[in-house]
């Protein structure tokens, strides 16, 4: 009975393997048709999509090239050129005023010679400009007298002084002009044509500008595209701002993404709703990422990604040459790919078999997904994660323990919530540049890299001890002696820094510890590399910050640096030394205040206390005058170099030696409750 049963279980095991096998082979069929039909069918769509937005993109540059054709045809006119050179006669004389030239003759008959030569042509705005930047002749008559800004003047009118015609996207021109009133008649973005104008000897004397609405024959032209329920073709500009109609705008009404009545053309920047940072469409960013591609680039987004509706589309993108311009094209993905929706139909079918036949084994799997996720979710790379024994702004630091190795070591993490691209940058930055130092009193990194769920990491050295901020808290100022010891070893640190073109930027009592490091006590090291700048302009670290601001402590932080934190050198970390000795030696801050732009104040234009002055305890001269030469507010009044300082201290030393008796019966008095890993 015991073998018959053995047969039957052996050959329900054959039929069950049999069953998922023949299973498989049917899903895996149909998977591949599957694949083959839609492979095929994109290949099909995207062809037509490219074709629409070829067609768009010769048709728009035709009518580009037609306006910019009549508009240089209309500056060569004898009679405007004759008007054109009275105007900049007036206008450049530096006393002129405006009423002399915006209501001269000239200016009138300039006018009345554009009004007869543009009837009918879609204009609705025309303006001279002479060399100065200032428009000497307009309509509407109150942008008269006014000048465009340096930058705009540069990037958008230098060019057709040069001799060029240009042809300028919609934007909102009166954004670019300075002083102009709050309310000006042209409320809407205009497309201009710019086209220099000749005196008698051929020399360009002013550049005349042609205005169109935007949402008039360009956007007409992008418009006519339109074949299916949900394709638009549509233009925007290196920002992602649209510039031409949206089809949707009552939708854009509806969800608030618009002010009812607003045209979107200048307004509506092109990012996903689903995204919770407000990033970009995929396609707009696929398009801005190929600025430096040659001209006419071009590409194909066919997998379904959210589009500024927040519905999934498919596009593709072309970039117009010599425009800074980009059109695209988008369309539903259920439109797009309707017709697989019947095949999708009976794959379901089959694969729900599939799913039946396999169901337990899945089941198991999960399972051991769901246990192995629970166990990794304490493992980042090889480093097993223990207790949180740092918190900061921008990361976190736990204590944890190489799997292999089972080397102690602490790991530092980037938050999720501040893994911008600018902090993404920093972090891997500060990880690359700490690596690159040797010195002992640096810490010592050991590894970087990328966790399972995505997050950055560095894993470095765990440290024994304390800040000699919390040292000065718990304890008091410190002896000459032990804050000479201290301060000598920064310097140390710091010098290999400085030799490597490296500037710490934010050396305070937070970033500076006393540890029992290899049985030797108040051993120190430096921290946390987050600021460090390269002044040898090998790294990249210009293009980390995209916009300047002031990062670090300011009780620490050099005056040059609050005036402009761009400008630093290494007499920046001489400053920081400084601030860093006077607190440790004395007990307190160089100055007080609770308020951060006060402080600030008081940093740029006070001079601190002399340390003599509040220090407890008798303080040598020489190191009184060494604190007070490296916080001179002019950075060349300082010690040239962190070397200098070291020397200053060594001798200092010599007569104020600190041992390691006397660290060890100061670390056990401080640390008689325990002593912190950091």
Request: proline share 4%; hydrophobic share 45%; charged share 25%.
């Amino acid at each position: 009975m015991r073998e018959v049963q053995a047969r039957r279980v052996r050959l329900r095991r054959i039929l069950a393997l049999a069953a998922v096998a023949s299973t498989l082979v049917l899903g895996a069929i149909g998977w591949w048709t599957h694949l083959e039909v839609e492979q095929s069918m994109r290949a099909t769509r995207g062809a037509a999509l490219a074709s629409v937005l070829d067609s768009q993109a010769q048709s728009l540059r035709v009518w580009i090239d037609d306006q910019k054709l009549g508009i240089a045809r209309l500056a060569r006119d004898r009679q405007l050129r004759e008007a054109a050179a009275s105007l900049a006669d007036i206008a450049g004389d530096t006393g002129a005023e405006p009423t002399s030239y915006c209501v001269s003759p000239a200016a009138r008959r300039l006018a009345a010679q554009l009004d007869d030569a543009l009837t009918g042509a879609g204009t609705v705005a025309f303006n001279l400009v002479v060399a100065s930047g200032r428009i000497v002749a307009s309509n509407p008559a109150e942008y008269c007298g006014l000048r465009y800004r340096a930058e705009t003047f540069e990037s958008s009118l230098a060019p057709a002084f040069d001799g060029d015609t240009l042809f300028l996207p919609p934007h909102d021109d009166a954004a670019n002009l300075e002083g102009a009133p709050r309310s000006l008649p042209l409320d809407q973005p205009l497309i201009w044509i710019r086209s220099p104008m000749r005196d008698a000897n051929n020399d360009v004397i002013a550049v005349l500008g042609i205005g169109y609405l935007a949402n008039e024959q360009f956007s007409t032209i992008l418009a006519a595209a339109r074949a299916g329920q949900t394709d638009e073709v549509y233009a925007f500009d290196r920002n992602g701002v649209m510039l031409s109609r949206s089809r949707f705008e009552e939708t854009l009404y509806e969800r608030a993404s618009l002010p009812v009545g607003a045209s979107s053309i200048g307004r509506l920047v092109l990012r996903s709703p689903l995204d919770d940072d407000s990033a970009r469409t995929r396609l707009v960013e696929a398009a801005l990422a190929a600025k430096s591609a040659p001209e006419s680039a071009s590409g194909m987004l066919l997998d379904p990604y959210p589009g500024y509706l927040a519905t999934p589309v498919v596009g593709g993108w072309r970039r117009l040459a010599g425009d800074d311009l980009f059109i695209a094209i988008e369309m539903s993905a259920d439109e797009a790919y309707a017709p697989l929706e019947a095949l999708d139909t009976v794959f379901a079918v089959v694969f729900g078999i599939l799913i039946l036949a396999v169901c337990v084994a899945l089941f198991y799997w999960f399972t051991a997904v769901l246990i192995r996720a629970e166990v990794e979710k304490d493992r980042m790379g090889p480093y097993w994660l223990g207790e949180r024994i740092g918190k900061g702004g921008v990361g976190n630091v736990y204590r944890a323990r190489h799997d292999l190795l089972k080397r102690p070591s602490a790991v530092k993490l980037l938050k999720p919530s501040r893994a911008t691209d600018e902090m993404t940058a920093r972090f891997r930055r500060e990880a690359k540049l700490a690596s690159q130092l040797t010195h002992p009193n640096m810490i010592d990194i050991y590894d970087y890299g990328v966790g399972i769920d995505g997050s950055l990491f560095y894993a470095m050295e765990l440290l024994e001890g304390d800040t000699v901020g919390d040292l000065v808290l718990r304890g008091g100022p410190m002896p000459v002696a032990r804050a000479v010891h201290l301060l000598r070893q920064v310097c140390a640190g710091l010098a290999e820094a400085h030799g490597k073109g490296l500037v710490h930027r934010d050396i305070s009592v937070t970033n500076i510890m006393a540890c029992l490091y290899g049985g030797e006590y108040d051993f120190a090291k430096i921290l946390d590399f987050g600021l460090v700048k390269s002044v040898t302009g090998d790294d990249q670290t210009q293009t980390v910050t995209r916009s300047v601001r002031i990062l670090g402590t300011v009780q620490y932080m050099a005056p040059e640096r609050l005036h402009d934190p761009s400008d630093v050198d290494v007499r920046a970390d001489v400053y920081a030394v400084g601030a860093v000795a006077f607190f440790i030696v004395s007990g307190r801050r160089m100055f007080e205040s609770e308020d951060t732009l006060a402080l600030t104040s008081r940093v740029l234009n006070e001079m601190p206390p002399r340390l003599s002055e509040v220090a407890a305890r008798p303080i040598p001269a020489e190191l009184d005058a060494l604190v007070a030469r490296c916080l001179a507010k002019s950075r060349d009044d300082r010690p040239e170099s962190i070397l200098a300082v070291k020397e200053v201290l060594d001798r200092i030393a010599e007569h104020h030696r600190w041992t390691q008796s006397d660290a060890k019966a100061t670390w056990e008095a401080l640390h008689a409750k325990g002593v912190g890993d950091k």
